[in-house]
Nanobody
Framework: QVSPVESGGGLVQAGGSVRLSCAASGRTFSLYVVGWFRQAPGKEREFVAAISRNGFVTRYADSVKGRFTITRDNAKNTLYLQMNSLTPEDTAVYLC???????????????????WGQGTQVTVSS
């Protein structure tokens, strides 16, 4: 079991950068596929990025490819999201999610994510 806690959100100008962190308690962080989702006001939650248990495989939503980078540090039980070239359309609450159902160290499937953080707000001003 992991308990994700996000941090690093805030207000940033368009074109700027933000780095989000997700610290997960528990000893088994490395056994989870982890990633980020986001939810903007009035919109459904959408997938942003995922990273495999071993950190070797990543997957991104088309809307963030080339601008966002997901990484993890299993020794620190922490997930990161480096967000560059931000636009107002990136404004949302960003949530960290963990999926422990995969047996593959290379899976980036978050379809069964069962642990979620509370989220951190990112607001991009124009």
């Amino acid at each position: 079991q992991v308990s994700p806690v996000e941090s690093g959100g805030g207000l940033v100008q368009a074109g700027g950068s933000v780095r989000l962190s997700c610290a997960a308690s528990g000893r088994t962080f490395s056994l989870y596929v982890v990633g980020w989702f986001r939810q903007a006001p009035g919109k459904e939650r959408e997938f942003v990025a995922a990273i495999s248990r071993n950190g070797f495989v990543t997957r991104y939503a088309d809307s963030v490819k080339g601008r966002f980078t997901i990484t993890r540090d299993n020794a620190k039980n922490t997930l990161y999201l480096q967000m560059n070239s931000l636009t107002p359309e990136d404004t949302a609450v960003y949530l960290c999610a963990a999926d422990g159902t995969s047996r593959s160290s290379y899976s980036v499937d978050l379809g069964n994510a069962d642990y979620w953080g509370q989220g951190t707000q990112v607001t991009v001003s124009s």
